[in-house]
């Protein structure tokens, strides 16, 4: 069927989706190149050209990932067969920025339609979350069916609000807690961030944030901007990334970065990996803004590490390098940290988690465990700080990250 990719009212290129298998099976054709989705359209033998290859892996990238914790029982309880199938059934909207696809005979516009001031249905939510499909007047249209990343999670709107609930994974159910602790570091230490609240639904904990996505700016992943151009054979993939941004103009990428590494090293995150930050850009004039708020830092904290050995794991890190050592030598100015605004902080978590239904969860043991991690990285942290002097070699492309893959938590955690 033919539809038009649209951004907001702006009709960007006409398509064809195969509805049978949900790929985009031709790009009939393009009038707004620049509004096409980052990465999509390529440079080649001095002629610009839509891939529909990219332009694909773009619209299925929007689907709910195969990986996604309860998706399979999700799937067979709605009597679809892939996630991608669902994307046409909400026309393709999204709380993260401004793409959709209109069937060509309709004349639908964007104000009529979006989530953003539109309410959604709880229906799809509903169904990831557990519930049986509701057997009368059914309703798809919920950005649920474009949300990314492998835990449960779905939109609701609160008091108004368009938020985003997030489960954790067992046997702790870490990360809600762990996006609090995230949240109360960057806030202490001034880093520009979404804020992140636990709510309790039946005794278990989720995170809570606010969309911070607007109806004038959208999210662009850092993975999406490295498909701008392919990385050169002198750059490692921190250059690759900060080179693209600065050739597109992004304001204060370095600066935002350095801060993303030291909350990364502080929380010893092990998945931020590329599309766990980006950018913000103006979705009208498409402007670079800036930086997007740090999110998605539950993946952290030794989340699935024993107790005993939380003192001594090795934790992954990504995106840049393989160790949060060497990462964090990409740093490039530490000044900005005043480490007495950490003073106390052991305090703050300790009270954080003091919810008599933290320890079914958490235990003593555990929450002990994690506070001395941190404690022992603000340490090291200041250690390295000090010894800072003048600008490290951001070149070398010793143990850089070469593939980017997202925690995968697998069935056995469900
Ligand atoms: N507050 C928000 N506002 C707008 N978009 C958001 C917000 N939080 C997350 N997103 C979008 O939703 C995606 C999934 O969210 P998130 O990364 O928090 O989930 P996750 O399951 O923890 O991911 P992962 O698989 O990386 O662990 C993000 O990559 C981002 O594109
Ligand atoms: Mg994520």
Redesign the pocket.
Known sequence: MKYTLMHKNLSVAQIEIDEEIGSISKIIEIYHEKHMPVGTVYTMHHETKAQRMALNHWWTGRSI?A???GIREALDELGVYDTTLLLTHCMGL???DHYWIRPTNSDVKWEDVNFFTNDFSDDIGDVLFGAPKKQVGFDYSSPDNT???????RWKIIHGK???L?DGIKPYRQ?PFNELIATKIMERLGIYH?PYTIIWEDGKPY?M?????TTETE?V?AWRMTQLRPKANHENTYLHFVNICMESGVPDVTAALDRMLVLDYLIANE?R?M??F?LLRNADTLEWIGFA?I??S??SLGYNTDAAQLGSYDAVCKPFKKTHGEQLRLVSDFSWIDFAKLDGIEDEIRELLSDERVPEWIDEKRKNAIIAGITNRIHQLQTIAMAHTSRQDFSSQEDDVEEDI??D?GMEFE
Do not use: I, M
């Open positions: 990932p990986s996604r914790s999204s709380l993260s949300s990314d990343g492998n835990l449960k999670k368009r938020c985003l997030k990360q979404v995170s944030c606010e969309d911070f996505v999210l992943s998945d990996h599309n766990n980006g708020p999110f998605d539950g993946t997202a925690e938590y």
